[in-house]
């Protein structure tokens, strides 16, 4: 199932379960030539450090290895939030996720009635027809 968890990562890295979060200025700051004031909010997304090529080379390319042996540099990798705000569900929705992929994958083969359906963007990403699919027993 090593395997199966790296798939699941780069699936989050390439589309992160949260569009990000909101983060207020403790004190003035200056990044990327830009300077931040005291108390205003700012957007953090997991896509801006998933999709940067200095952190995942080819960024665009699906490449589960991304994850073996230590995997990406730490707070590069975050679909769930770091630090002091990450998402206390986390442990629960990894084991969940694997269990059902694992599941799904050994059990059944599936089909796509959409096979290039395109993603939609809001509070969290959705499939534009909800992703329609055939889904049939292996064969014993």
Request: proline fraction near 12%; charge should be positive; charged fraction near 20%.
């Amino acid at each position: 199932m090593e395997y199966t968890w790296n798939v699941v990562h780069e699936c989050m890295r390439i589309t992160p379960p949260s569009i990000g979060g909101f983060k207020e200025s403790t004190a003035e700051c200056t990044f990327a030539g830009f300077t931040i004031p005291k108390g205003w909010k700012v957007l953090w997304t997991p896509h801006s450090s998933h999709m940067n090529p200095d952190y995942f080379p080819e960024p665009q390319k699906f490449d589960p290895s991304r994850f073996e042996g230590s995997g990406p540099a730490p707070f590069t990798y975050v679909p769930f939030g770091g630090g002091a705000t990450i998402c206390p569900g986390r442990s629960y929705v990894k084991l969940v996720i694997l269990a059902f992929t694992h599941n799904m994958v050994t059990r059944f083969t599936l089909e796509k009635f959409i096979p290039n359906e395109k993603m939609l963007f809001g509070a969290t990403p959705k499939p534009a027809y909800d992703l329609p699919l055939r889904i049939h027993p292996h064969k014993k």
